[in-house]
């Protein structure tokens, strides 16, 4: 699939899909990267073009699956910034390609949900998360569409112990982990295709 008046001149898309994570190999495969995962596998799933440099972050775009035709056009983005400042990424990303709030729709790690589960909804705190926290300053609003990927809690509210452990990688088996992130792609994937309603 080419690329056309995409990232460079970007052109609307249905959807702006942002997965939210660290850039740097010291970071691949921790909890608070499981957005870059899913959003990396979406990608793939969807046959989009190579990511490229823009906006401050990796983004690619086209239409979902091979041929394109009436199927929805997409833009994926994997902010470069780190994850405190990913709103300086998606907020210029968002303007270039024309998309509402509530067709912008973040995968994200979540410790207020038990390993496993997996939940979708528009707005709604933010619970400390830094990414969120950015996204709203730059969006504007914290009303965009989440899924919301959960990867548990250590047992303790210690700030640098809670830290510690989202930026640690999974010690749950590898194939859980694999499940996780398909799984967490289907809800995305039924949520852009209008399979499933946000709430």
């Known amino acids: 699939m080419r690329l056309g008046r995409s990232a460079a001149g970007a052109s609307p898309v249905d959807w702006l899909v942002v997965g939210l994570g660290n850039p740097g190999s010291q970071y691949a495969a ?22 490229k440099r823009k906006f401050a972050g990796l983004v690619t775009d086209g239409r979902i699956g091979a041929g394109g035709g009436v199927s929805p056009r997409v833009a994926v983005i994997l902010p470069q910034t780190y994850m405190n400042e990913s709103g300086r990424s998606v907020g210029p990303a968002r303007g270039a390609y024309k998309v509402p709030l509530e067709r912008v729709l973040v995968l994200h790690d979540e410790i207020d949900l038990p390993f496993g589960d997996i939940r979708a909804r528009v707005g709604g705190g933010l619970a400390g998360h830094n990414g969120l926290k950015s996204l709203k300053r730059e969006l504007g609003s914290a009303d965009f569409g989440r899924v919301r990927i959960g990867v548990d809690r250590p047992d303790s509210t210690d700030p640098d112990r809670v830290a510690a452990y989202v930026l640690g990688r999974f010690r749950e088996p590898k194939a859980d982990v694999e499940s996780l992130i398909e799984r967490s792609a289907d809800v995305a994937e039924r949520i852009v295709l209008g399979e499933t309603e946000l709430g």
């Open 30 to 51: 921790t909890r608070h990267n499981i957005g870059f995962e899913v959003a990396n596998l979406l990608a793939q799933r969807w046959q989009l073009p190579r990511a």
